[in-house]
């Protein structure tokens, strides 16, 4: 089991950036697929970005893409999601997760075992 603590949410305008910070502790995090999910009032918790164990492979939603970016420092065991661009629909609380199955099979909440407490990241127009 990994246990995750996110980090860097905030209040920002349209078109500026955040990094968010997931700290993990745990001794599979470094074999571990970490995510990046988000879920906005209303809707559904969605799959944003995803990086495998190695941080050789790397997934992002089209909703996404060209604007943020997923990384991982293994050696400090922490994931970063570097959002640039923002936007107001960007606005929704941010989690990090952890699964022991590869990147190119999980997508879904259930594909993920462990899970932070969220981080709030509002964009204002």
């Known amino acids: 089991q990994v246990q995750l603590v996110e980090s860097g949410g905030g209040l920002v305008q349209a078109g500026d950036s955040l990094r968010l910070s997931c700290a993990a502790s745990?001794?599979?995090?470094?074999?571990?697929?970490m995510g990046w999910f988000r879920q906005a009032p209303g809707k559904e918790r969605e799959f944003v970005a995803g990086?495998?164990?190695?941080?050789?492979?790397?997934y992002t939603a089209d909703s996404v893409k060209g604007r943020f970016t997923i990384s991982r420092d293994n050696a400090k065991n922490t994931v970063y999601l570097q959002m640039n661009s923002l936007k107001p629909e960007d606005t929704a609380v941010y989690y990090c997760?952890?699964?022991?199955?590869?990147?190119?099979?999980?997508?879904?909440?259930?594909?993920?075992?462990?899970w932070g407490q969220g981080t709030q990241v509002t964009v204002s127009s």
């Open positions: 997760a952890a699964s022991r199955r590869p990147l190119g099979v999980v997508s879904r909440n259930t594909d993920f075992g462990s």
């Open positions: 745990g001794p599979t995090f470094r074999t571990a697929t």
């Open positions: 990086i495998m164990w190695s941080g050789r492979n790397t």
